[in-house]
């Protein structure tokens, strides 16, 4: 509990894309992310995180509601012409009404993305920032700042999601990649988005209640529109290959050429890719240099000691991993593992570590048990992190981690993957299924599936995703007879 014996402050910071392994806390050598880090250092670091599913309005949603997309209905982009369902189910609970009913001011800014309605107040933030319409904020942004700017982008919030950032002078079809923002940082959606968070998180601190502060930045999300000096900070010449960029996919499903196809990136070779990854990671530590004025202005406030900060993303990145650009139905490492750190001086103890199983879907559940506010009486999938924050392991915790993915602009496409110890198994219905070592092959190059002395495991395996299949209600689970007999 906090020093003030009142529930603490909960400021969550939400990424986009981005993969733990270009975070130097997670192991990077290249990428630089110091505030990043330096939160790790300052509390905890959790090793074995996964999202739910490796795609934004799902995610979000998960994260929201604390169940997986099978149970709130968001099961793709909300904001295209083949989005399955535009919002959560009707009556679903999410963390920030049950907070705000608990006495929390509450406030959000940035990428939203969950809904294509009613945003952010619809869901219990009693204040709300720019969002996902904010290209007229930014427009006054830039007069206030006297920097150059232009019109508002009109967009349809029924079929166009806004631009992600302003500029990118290197597309593959019907996708931009990257190119230099010849705008500061503080003319950018991030810049915006930060300096609304800390105009409300200075309003809120002022006032009596214990605050919610979520911040969702946009990036390093593509297109990777990156300002100096981030645009110059990482030479493409300098940065080596992936260590799995030469996938061939021998054994593998034929989702991965296909993917090259779709992205227009088949035949690229890695000094092709090089000047992407090199946007990419110079976003990255632009994000974390962002994350770190957050982190000072919490400082200088005084309400460190009373807040439990939270640093995660919603998915991560291939940017080149397997030769792929973007994400789409590849339950890879680089997509599935995020980062996630928590810091909250008094509780937990600096440089922690957990390798305990650990999800995005399940800070619904943290952050209301560590203020204090009973869960809902509805089926949740979402467990609270708060004992792992304390260092302390429940003896029933979770052995197994599911995620799940039911299709993305190309198309619907089931899929489930479950890592269990060393392996990863993903069960593809209409495709080859996969089977990684990921201690022997960490960059999941070869597929065992098809290996018959691993036969029992993988029986095993596929007993432990018929399970949670049935235990989650998981509408897949009935049709799976291989899994399910």
Same mark, same amino acid.
């Given at each position: 509990?906090?020093?003030?014996?009142?529930?603490?402050?909960?400021?969550?910071?939400?990424?986009?894309?981005?993969?733990?392994?270009?975070?130097?806390?997670?192991?990077?050598?290249?990428?630089?992310?110091?505030?990043?880090?330096?939160?790790?250092?300052?509390?905890?670091?959790?090793?074995?995180?996964?999202?739910?599913?490796?795609?934004?309005?799902?995610?979000?949603?998960?994260?929201?509601?604390?169940?997986?997309?099978?149970?709130?209905?968001?099961?793709?982009?909300?904001?295209?012409?083949?989005?399955?369902?535009?919002?959560?189910?009707?009556?679903?609970?999410?963390?920030?009404?049950?907070?705000?009913?608990?006495?929390?001011?509450?406030?959000?800014?940035?990428?939203?993305?969950?809904?294509?309605?009613?945003?952010?107040?619809?869901?219990?933030?009693?204040?709300?920032?720019?969002?996902?319409?904010?290209?007229?904020?930014?427009?006054?942004?830039?007069?206030?700042?006297?920097?150059?700017?232009?019109?508002?982008?009109?967009?349809?919030?029924?079929?166009?999601?806004?631009?992600?950032?302003?500029?990118?002078?290197?597309?593959?079809?019907?996708?931009?990649?990257?190119?230099?923002?010849?705008?500061?940082?503080?003319?950018?959606?991030?810049?915006?988005?930060?300096?609304?968070?800390?105009?409300?998180?200075?309003?809120?601190?002022?006032?009596?209640?214990?605050?919610?502060?979520?911040?969702?930045?946009?990036?390093?999300?593509?297109?990777?529109?990156?300002?100096?000096?981030?645009?110059?900070?990482?030479?493409?010449?300098?940065?080596?290959?992936?260590?799995?960029?030469?996938?061939?996919?021998?054994?593998?499903?034929?989702?991965?050429?296909?993917?090259?196809?779709?992205?227009?990136?088949?035949?690229?070779?890695?000094?092709?890719?090089?000047?992407?990854?090199?946007?990419?990671?110079?976003?990255?530590?632009?994000? $974390?240099?962002?994350?770190?004025?957050?982190?000072?202005?919490?400082?200088?406030?005084?309400?460190?000691?009373?807040?439990?900060?939270?640093?995660?993303?919603?998915?991560?990145?291939?940017?080149?991993?397997?030769?792929?650009?973007?994400?789409?139905?590849?339950?890879?490492?680089?997509?599935?593992?995020?980062?996630?750190?928590?810091?909250?001086?008094?509780?937990?103890?600096?440089?922690?570590?957990?390798?305990?199983?650990?999800?995005?879907?399940?800070?619904?559940?943290?952050?209301?048990?560590?203020?204090?506010?009973?869960?809902?009486?509805?089926?949740?999938?979402?467990?609270?992190?708060?004992?792992?924050?304390?260092?302390?392991?429940?003896? $029933?915790?979770?052995?197994?981690?599911?995620?799940?993915?039911?299709?993305?602009?190309?198309? *619907?496409?089931?899929?489930?993957?479950?890592?269990?110890?060393?392996?990863? *198994?993903?069960?593809?219905?209409?495709?080859?299924?996969?089977?990684? $070592?990921?201690?022997?092959?960490?960059?999941?190059?070869?597929?065992?599936?098809?290996?018959?002395?691993?036969?029992?495991?993988?029986?095993?395996?596929?007993?432990? *995703?018929?399970?949670?299949?049935?235990?989650?209600?998981?509408?897949?689970?009935?049709?799976?007879?291989?899994?399910?007999?």
């Amino acid at each position: 509990m906090s020093r003030t014996n009142r529930p603490p402050n909960i400021v969550l910071v939400l990424l986009d894309q981005l993969r733990a392994d270009v975070c130097g806390t997670y192991g990077s050598a290249i990428c630089r992310t110091p505030h990043l880090d330096r939160i790790a250092a300052q509390g905890i670091r959790f090793d074995r995180a996964y999202t739910p599913i490796g795609i934004c309005s799902p995610a979000r949603a998960s994260m929201l509601s604390g169940t997986y997309p099978h149970r709130h209905g968001v099961l793709n982009n909300v904001h295209g012409p083949d989005a399955l369902q535009v919002d959560l189910r009707p009556g679903t609970p999410v963390y920030p009404a049950l907070l705000r009913d608990a006495g929390y001011a509450t406030s959000y800014t940035g990428k939203w993305h969950v809904d294509i309605e009613d945003g952010p107040a619809s869901k219990g933030f009693t204040h709300v920032g720019a969002c996902d319409d904010y290209m007229p904020a930014l427009a006054e942004q830039r007069r206030r700042l006297g920097l150059p700017h232009t019109d508002p982008i009109a967009f349809d919030r029924s079929t166009t999601y806004p631009p992600l950032s302003a500029r990118a002078t290197r597309t593959v079809p019907g996708f931009p990649l990257e190119g230099r923002e010849t705008q500061p940082v503080e003319g950018t959606p991030q810049g915006l988005f930060l300096e609304n968070a800390l105009d409300a998180m200075e309003a809120m601190r002022r006032g009596d209640a214990p605050f919610l502060l979520v911040l969702s930045f946009l990036g390093p999300h593509w297109p990777y529109s990156v300002p100096e000096p981030w645009w110059s900070m990482y030479d493409p010449a300098a940065i080596p290959p992936w260590p799995n960029w030469e996938d061939d996919f021998t054994g593998k499903p034929g989702a991965n050429r296909r993917g090259l196809q779709h992205f227009g990136v088949e035949g690229w070779t890695w000094q092709d890719w090089a000047p992407t990854v090199a946007a990419y990671l110079g976003s990255v530590t632009m994000h $974390d240099e962002l994350i770190g004025r957050l982190v000072a202005a919490l400082d200088a406030g005084g309400a460190a000691e009373d807040t439990l900060l939270i640093v995660t993303a919603d998915h991560g990145d291939l940017c080149g991993s397997h030769r792929q650009f973007n994400k789409g139905p590849l339950m890879y490492e680089e997509v599935y593992r995020i980062p996630l750190v928590a810091r909250w001086p008094g509780v937990i103890a600096p440089q922690s570590a957990s390798d305990a199983y650990a999800s995005s879907l399940d800070l619904f559940a943290t952050m209301l048990d560590a203020a204090g506010v009973a869960l809902p009486d509805a089926p949740l999938d979402s467990r609270s992190l708060l004992p792992l924050l304390r260092g302390e392991t429940p003896q $029933d915790w979770r052995d197994s981690w599911v995620s799940e993915f039911h299709g993305d602009e190309f198309g *619907l496409y089931s899929q489930r993957m479950l890592v269990h110890g060393r392996h990863k *198994l993903v069960y593809n219905p209409h495709d080859v299924d996969e089977l990684y $070592d990921l201690v022997a092959d960490p960059h999941e190059l070869r597929n065992l599936s098809a290996e018959p002395s691993l036969a029992a495991l993988r029986d095993d395996l596929e007993s432990r *995703l018929a399970q949670w299949m049935d235990a989650t209600g998981d509408p897949l689970g009935k049709y799976a007879y291989n899994l399910l007999g």
